[in-house]
């Protein structure tokens, strides 16, 4: 892994009408563009990568539930949601006053922020010990250290005083981050910290202290070609409508047991155009991971994929490999959700040819983006849709209406693969 940096944000205004029939918000966000890095070339296999993070959100979502019940904490059940990605976005957030930077993994599967696995933290007049204990365990990565209050400074006007964060003193597993950025929802948080409830996320006290208007957060990729990209932008406190084409459309989050902790949809699936669709998935629940590289299926749907398009699993890249002739026939890929299909197109199923080199592969041949979440059964969580999606759709993620958004973008039927 690389190390990038935020480069600049730009504070602006929008006004957005939601296709919900009851909301019509006037908002004004803050965003902080992100940088992709992709796994160094070589060092692992993308698509092992991929199933390791989602078989580590699934047993989490699971033994969240399930040590709840027990009454046992997150630490003692806590699995990997970080540092098996392949993929990684990094963004510079500011700590204390005046602020140090810190490089911190952003990661919408867990929403402890902290910092300290790498740089040291450098306290200020800002800085409270609380002299609780943190731990949190991802699996093959874990940190563990003090809660601190103190001022994080997202981006210029994007401040938050008195957030609670983590201060490690042990921490495996994160090089070259200096800690995480907490994304996901609140609940994650649960028994993390000694005598604490849950932990108030980043966004949570970014609204309840008045620097966003709403507890809503627009995440905008564009596709690319090459690696290193700064291609990504979160808007905190509404969406950025100069990132999308058309509406918005929600999706309530699913209530699902294992994907609800996450950012959790329902979600089917089918293969084809007009009416001759193939259903691939039944109605499910999965997630929206921006931690993932590719879209993840369980393993009937996978199945029927295989077997309408024609492609076969590449042992060299553990990617589905198809012929010139089958892709010449490839049809879309739709992904109903609330009602509304959203259509990957024959070429957003590619991986793009110039990053064939980087998966290990052939220069010349036809890698795909769907990938076997690799279950033998059904376990929760039935579909991650992943980068490979949400750079051919704007996703909007909206706590207080506890409801995912996707809309389409002037990307969304390019042909750059
Ligand atoms: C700071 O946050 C902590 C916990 O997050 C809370 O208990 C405390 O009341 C807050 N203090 C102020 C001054 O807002
Ligand atoms: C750790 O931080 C130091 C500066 O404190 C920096 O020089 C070094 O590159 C960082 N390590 C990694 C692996 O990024
Ligand atoms: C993508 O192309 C299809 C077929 O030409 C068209 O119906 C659709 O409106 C396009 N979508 C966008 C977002 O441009």
């Known amino acids: 892994m690389a190390k990038f940096y935020l480069l600049f944000s730009v504070l602006c205004t929008a006004s957005v009408v939601f296709a919900s029939p009851v909301v019509q918000i006037r908002d004004s966000f803050i965003t902080v563009p992100i940088a992709r890095k992709f796994a160094a070339a070589g060092s692992r296999n993308f698509v092992e990568a991929d199933r390791a993070r989602a078989l580590a959100l699934i047993s989490r979502g699971k033994a969240n539930a399930a040590a709840r019940a027990r009454g046992l904490s997150n ?25 140090t930077q810190y490089e911190l993994i952003v990661d919408t599967g867990s929403s402890n922020t902290w910092i300290g696995a790498n740089k040291s933290y450098v306290k200020t007049s800002t800085s409270v010990d609380t002299e609780n204990a943190v731990s949190v365990s991802y699996g093959s990565g874990s940190f563990s250290g003090t809660e601190y209050l103190d ?32 994304l996901g929802p609140v609940d994650l948080t649960e028994d993390t910290v000694a005598n604490t409830q849950t932990v108030p996320t ?30 990504g932008e979160i808007a905190f406190g509404g969406i950025d409508s100069s990132k999308f084409t058309g509406s918005i459309n929600y999706a309530p989050t699913t209530s699902s047991p294992v994907a609800s902790k996450y950012w959790g949809i329902d979600q089917s699936i089918s293969y084809g155009s007009g009416t001759l669709k193939v259903p691939i998935l039944l109605p499910s ?58 259509v990957l197109t024959p070429n957003a199923q590619l991986w793009p040819h110039s990053l064939n080199t980087l998966i290990g592969g052939k220069e010349d041949a036809n890698y795909l983006i769907v990938a076997d979440i690799g279950t033998a059964f059904a376990e929760g969580i039935e579909f991650v849709n992943g980068y490979t999606f949400l750079e051919r759709f704007y996703s909007v993620y909206d706590t207080t209406n506890r409801r995912v958004g996707f809309a389409t973008t002037p990307f969304t039927n390019a042909t750059t693969n």
């Open 285 to 342: 629940a999965g997630i929206v991971d921006t931690g993932t590289t590719l879209i993840l299926l369980s393993p009937g749907a996978y199945a029927l994929y295989l077997a309408v398009t024609g492609a076969i699993p590449d042992q060299t890249t553990g990617f589905l490999k198809i012929s010139n002739a089958n892709l010449g026939r490839l049809q879309n890929l739709n992904f109903k959700i609330n009602g509304v299909t959203y």
């Open 75 to 99: 630490a003692a059940v806590g699995a990997d949601p970080v540092s098996n990605q392949a993929v990684t976005y990094f963004a510079s957030v500011g700590v204390g006053s005046p602020p």
């Open 202 to 231: 980043v966004t949570d006290n970014l609204f309840a202290q008045g620097a966003i208007s709403s507890n809503v957060m627009g995440i905008s990729f564009e596709p690319t070609t090459a690696d290193g990209v700064t291609n």
């Open 151 to 182: 001022t994080v400074t997202l981006a210029p006007g994007l401040v938050i005083e008195n957030q609670s964060i983590g201060v490690a003193s042990t921490a495996n597993g994160f090089e070259p981050a200096d800690g995480i950025l907490g």
